[in-house]
């Protein structure tokens, strides 16, 4: 059996190589799939692929006259699968629905005392023999009060983590209402999040109804000076409206480890070119945004999982069982 897989770098192909059965045929590339590199799917029953790749119906109906039977995400988002077309096409998509919560959930904590603490200025200040705190006063995260968006797997954590510190967890998820009260979470409206949250953090899955959900009139809505920390997805968030809130400093700190147009820039090195995209170069002026490079999954736990889930769901389709992370 033909398995490409792409999108690959050198630390997925270690992670695939070391559990995919010897016996299949696997390419891994390195390029991500789209109409351009999309021959060399041609005649593979299974593709693999992740967060950045091209899977509109264009490219499905090419990979399903290719031969391509099962589309392997080696990611738990699939906001970027058209899944009816996939259907309509005999495309089976199976998922990693989660691969470590827990790297997602610590990185949404690092992001946050990172920026309070300013321990990105401090690294190069203190390299530099730049001893003074000027400009480097932070706050103490006991008693603030953090609004949650998306109380799942990742957000759950999040929340427990913060619990530890001593904070007030808010938590606004219209599909999840049990958990939070047995967690010592207060359960409320996305108005009372804007309100009364110091630091607002983003777990919901890209949708519809949460696409652009941080723009123009929910920031107004918000403290001033308010943290925003998105791990979720880019789109959550109007990025110019953010840039307009960090001008007036509505927004007092923000982190990213999603960008809208990420796919343009992330998993890549951009370091000898000039990067065109304007809107994500303002963001790096300000000195109180700190931008990771959707690096949150990034741990060598998270990365066996994928591998590993992966292959269980290659075989399950190759042994004609139930696809248990079917879309
Ligand atoms: P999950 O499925 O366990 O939890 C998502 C939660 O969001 C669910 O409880 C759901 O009810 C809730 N939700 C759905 N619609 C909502 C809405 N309109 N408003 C508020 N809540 C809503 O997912 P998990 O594993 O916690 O992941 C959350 C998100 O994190 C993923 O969708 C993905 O976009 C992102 N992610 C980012 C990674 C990174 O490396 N930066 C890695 C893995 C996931």
Redesign the pocket.
């Given at each position: 059996m033909k398995i490409v897989s792409y999108s690959c770098k050198p630390y997925d192909k270690q992670a695939l190589n070391h559990v995919f059965d010897s016996a299949w045929q696997s390419l891994y590339l390195d390029v991500p799939l789209n109409l351009d590199s999309i021959g060399c799917a041609l005649g593979a029953e299974v593709v693999t692929v992740f967060?950045n790749d091209r899977l509109d119906a264009e490219v499905l109906t090419r990979l399903a006259d290719g031969g391509t039977k099962l589309l392997a995400l080696r990611?738990?988002?699939f906001?970027h699968v058209d899944l009816a077309c996939a259907k309509s096409l005999g495309l089976s998509v199976v998922r990693v629905?989660?691969?470590s919560?827990y790297?997602?959930a610590e990185?949404t904590l690092g992001l946050m005392l990172a920026l309070n603490r300013k321990l990105y200025r401090a690294y190069n200040r203190v390299r530099e023999g730049n001893f003074s705190l000027n400009g480097m006063l932070g706050f103490d995260m006991h008693g603030k009060t953090i609004g949650i968006?998306?109380?799942?797997?990742?957000?759950?954590l999040v929340g427990l983590m913060l619990k530890a510190f001593g904070c007030r967890i808010l938590v606004?998820?219209?599909?999840?209402t049990q958990v939070c009260q047995t967690l010592g979470f207060e359960q409320v409206a996305?108005e009372t999040i804007w309100r009364e949250s110091d630091v607002i953090s983003l777990?919901?899955?890209?949708?519809d109804?949460?696409r652009g959900?941080i723009q123009a009139q929910s920031i107004v809505q918000m403290k001033k000076g308010v943290m925003l920390i998105n791990?979720?997805?880019g789109d959550l968030i109007s990025t110019p409206d953010v840039i307009a809130a960090l001008k007036s400093k509505q927004i007092g700190y923000l982190g990213l480890?999603?960008y809208e147009k990420e796919g343009a820039l992330f998993f890549e090195d951009h370091s000898d070119e000039i990067i065109l995209d304007d809107v994500f170069e303002r963001l790096l002026t300000f000195p109180n945004v700190l931008v990771t490079g959707?690096?949150?999954?990034?741990t060598q736990e998270?990365l066996s999982h994928i591998a590993e889930t992966t292959r269980d769901n290659i075989l399950a389709y190759q042994k004609k069982a139930p696809l248990l992370n079917r879309l």
């Open positions: 967060v990611c738990a988002g906001n629905p989660d691969y919560p790297a997602v990185h968006i998306g109380a799942g797997r990742i957000g759950r606004h998820d219209p599909y999840e996305l777990h919901c899955p890209l949708t109804e949460t959900l791990t979720g997805r480890d999603v959707h690096q949150a999954y990034f998270a």
